[in-house]
């Protein structure tokens, strides 16, 4: 490998080379904090050795101390070079430059100005050519020059957008450092401050001669400085297989369908890549766990790579951008903006903080699957039922349901939709009857429901009746408040909270003939429970039922049922009853026997929401 090094100053650098940023290197994604360490640091120095009184030129200040801005690594191809570690000072650098643009024209400084000009951008037989403006920078850049920080910030990609937030700050910090009281630009300190800028600022380039060689350097330089995320390391160790001359193709699929993902969360990127190789390749939970971290270590470690093959195989590195990558990160996307659609069925299980739905998803759709839609609402359906029924029959436990996520991974992984939904049913009757201790073949065994009650999670007991009240507005053609503020929100004024139908008081006791076992256990009955939002839930803590059923006359639908007034003024209710042949009427006395009778109600109202005939609609 040759490895050359020169030193370097501002002035140097820019000038007379166009950076173009090498695909192994990240977006720009400085933030205020880097770039405020960076300028503090520089003025730290400079203002060690800045005196206000000394003549301002080239022989005094390259008196001044210098200042080490570390090494930069380039790589030079086809008559470009290109930058291999350093694009995020470089980028924070040309936006001070254009900052210190804008002060000189301000100070009347035509000299200085043209200097400055110089070193950000230049002018040849293509026209204007920032040094720092590759890869859809230039617009934004000239934008900058032009404008300065009256432009508004952009809404385009992350490195568009960090361009025009850090040129803001980079402009406020140099405003407060060379403006005096009367917001007048120092000129003495601010012209002292470019000598020092351009010449007593140093840094070290490494060239590096042989492409090859660049993807083992860069790997060395992201273990032992701030560490890249995980699917930025991936696409250098990916594309770095390719040769040089195909990198820019296969850069900018890359750029285009991890741009999809990053512009909805960053973190969704590594998301995908966890679950698509997990749902393709992962059959045990030991090897489910590897995949937490450094999951770009384990696809090219020798366990995983005899199965993926991506490792030194720039054939296959190809094909799966090409069609894997391609394909299954824009169903990912797909599904990530269905998960917050409230028409979608993965908007539920999204609800309950249930993202592996994701997994299974991907791993029962194959490419170019002409079930892909179907099987995205079934899977999500299935996946719902599962984690509720297992949750209501008291089979819930969440190191067991990872489990049952790897299994189910594996089992319905580019199956059939007809399988996919005997091979959930079979898995969850299994879980039901291993912790039951039985042997039921019907998922739907009242037994099972009849004691289900407070030993629920909180949200869960919340998402529950916000999907019974939704199931009956839908069908009494009525509205009910929105999934979020039943389930998640947990203000004082929008929030819902559990409400105990029975208080703990004397008169309710005695309906339980004062036996203070049999009355905490009716009363933490799913049918003795409802929820209601904000201020309602404290009004009506300890009131008699006579007095809380005033409150529920405005709640939510299900506590609605209880009151008589409600049959007389919704004549779409008795034909909804009907339809599913549902025995609800209005409750004067909340005793055992009212209590089983809604148990029993929420029982038919499970089977219809989460049961066998919902399915079929899927």
């Given amino acids: 490998m040759g490895v050359n090094s020169k030193p370097q100053t501002m002035d140097s650098i820019f000038g007379h080379t166009k950076y173009y940023i090498d695909f192994y290197q990240r977006e720009y994604k400085w933030e205020k904090q880097h770039v405020e360490s960076l300028l503090e640091d520089i003025f730290y120095k400079f203002e060690e050795e800045y005196n206000p009184d000394i003549d301002v030129n080239l022989d005094n200040i390259s008196k001044f101390g210098w200042y080490y801005l570390n090494t930069y690594v380039t790589n030079q191809y086809s008559g470009k070079t290109y930058i291999v570690d350093g694009q995020q000072r470089f980028t924070t650098l040309t936006l001070i430059l254009i900052k210190l643009y804008h002060i000189s024209e301000k100070t009347r400084l035509q000299d200085k100005t043209d200097w400055i000009k110089n070193r950000i951008y230049g002018t040849g037989a293509e026209g204007k050519s920032f040094w720092m403006g590759a890869h859809d920078r230039t617009e934004a850049l000239d934008d900058l020059l032009n404008n300065g920080s009256k432009t508004k910030d952009s809404k385009e990609n992350i490195s568009i957008k960090n361009i025009y937030k850090n040129f803001k700050h980079v402009s406020d910090y140099l405003d407060k450092k060379f403006k005096n009281q009367e917001n007048n630009y120092n000129k003495h300190k601010f012209e002292a401050f470019l000598l020092f800028f351009m010449k007593q600022i140093n840094f070290i380039e490494i060239l590096i001669d042989d492409s090859k060689d660049v993807a083992m350097v860069f790997e060395v330089i992201n273990d032992r400085g701030e560490k890249l995320k995980p699917y930025e390391v991936f696409k250098g160790e990916l594309i770095g297989q390719l040769d040089k001359s195909e990198t820019n193709n296969y850069y900018n699929i890359w750029k285009e369908h991890i741009g999809e993902l990053t512009n909805i969360d960053e973190k969704?990127?590594?998301n995908f890549f966890r679950f698509y190789f997990r749902s393709?390749?992962?059959?045990?939970?030991?090897?489910?766990?590897?995949?937490?971290?450094?999951?770009?270590?384990?696809?090219?470690?020798k366990k995983f790579n005899s199965i993926i093959g991506l490792k030194r195989n720039p054939q296959k590195v190809k094909q799966f951008m090409n069609k894997d990558f391609k394909y299954y990160s824009k169903l990912y996307a797909e599904c990530l903006r269905l998960s917050k659609s409230e028409g979608s069925s993965l908007f539920f299980n999204d609800l309950n903080d249930q993202d592996r739905q994701l997994l299974l998803i991907l791993s029962a759709i194959k490419l170019d699957d002409p079930e892909k839609k179907e099987k995205i609402e079934t899977i999500a359906f299935l996946f719902d039922r599962h984690h509720v029924l297992l949750q209501i029959f008291g089979c819930y436990d969440s190191n067991?349901?990872?489990?049952?996520?790897?299994?189910?991974?594996?089992?319905?992984?580019?199956?059939s939709i007809e399988e996919i939904k005997e091979i959930f049913k079979e898995q969850l009757l299994k879980e039901i009857n291993e912790i039951k201790n039985m042997s039921v073949k019907d998922l739907f065994q009242y037994s099972l429901f009849r004691d289900t009650g407070t030993v629920l999670n909180i949200r869960f007991i919340r998402y529950f009746f916000a999907k019974i009240d939704h199931f009956i507005a839908e069908n009494i053609n009525q509205s009910t408040d929105n999934y979020y503020d039943m389930v998640r929100n947990t203000g004082h004024v929008n929030g819902y909270h559990i409400e105990h139908i029975l208080a703990k008081n004397k008169e309710n006791k005695m309906v339980f003939n004062n036996n203070e076992e049999q009355f905490d256990r009716e009363r933490n009955r799913l049918g003795a429970l409802l929820i209601l939002k904000g201020s309602d839930n404290i009004s009506s803590s300890n009131e008699t039922y006579d007095k809380k059923l005033k409150t529920y006359s405005h709640g939510m639908l299900w506590g609605r049922t209880l009151i008589e007034e409600f049959y007389h003024n919704n004549p779409d209710f008795s034909i909804f009853c009907k339809k599913y042949n549902l025995s609800f009427k209005p409750i004067k006395r909340y005793d055992a026997v009212a209590i089983e009778e809604r148990q029993k109600l929420l029982f038919e109202l499970v089977k219809l929401i989460w049961g066998e005939k919902a399915l079929v609609l899927k």
């Fill in 268 to 270: 969704e990127a590594d």
């Fill in 400 to 415: 067991k349901f990872t489990k049952t996520i790897i299994a189910l991974n594996k089992n319905i992984r580019e199956r």
């Fill in 280 to 301: 393709k390749y992962v059959d045990k939970e030991i090897d489910y766990k590897d995949f937490d971290k450094e999951y770009n270590k384990v696809i090219f470690s």
